[in-house]
Nanobody, 127 residues
């Protein structure tokens, strides 16, 4: 069973940047398709970005395209989310998630597809 730990959240001003990391332990990250989700107070869990096992395919929610970039380093068991041009509406707890997958090129955008979740890291964007 894989364990996931996020880091890199914090307080940033509108237009600023943050880089979130998700480190996996227990099993090799290469066995999993990965994703980032977020949840703001009073709202459901929202898809942010996803990446296939081999890193060759990525997907983003429309509001994140051009601002966020997901990547992974399977050798380091690490996934990252580079977030630029942050807006107050990006304020949320950000979660990384892992899904065991036979496919090396598929990514998943729905929370129900994922088997493992981190504890989350808070991102707050001030106006």
């Amino acid at each position: 069973q894989v364990q996931l730990v996020e880091s890199g959240g914090g307080l940033v001003q509108t237009g600023g940047s943050l880089r979130l990391s998700c480190v996996a332990s227990g099993r090799a990250l290469v066995s999993y398709a990965m994703g980032w989700f977020r949840q703001a107070p009073g709202k459901g869990r929202e898809f942010v970005a996803a990446i296939s096992r081999n890193g060759g395919r990525t997907g983003y929610a429309d509001s994140m395209k051009g601002r966020f970039a997901i990547s992974r380093d399977n050798a380091k068991n690490t996934m990252t989310l580079q977030m630029n041009s942050l807006k107050p509406e990006d304020t949320a707890v950000y979660y990384c998630a892992a899904k065991g997958s036979w496919s090396g090129v598929t990514y998943y955008t729905a929370p129900l597809h994922y088997d493992h979740w981190g504890q989350g890291t808070q991102v707050t964007v001030s106006s």
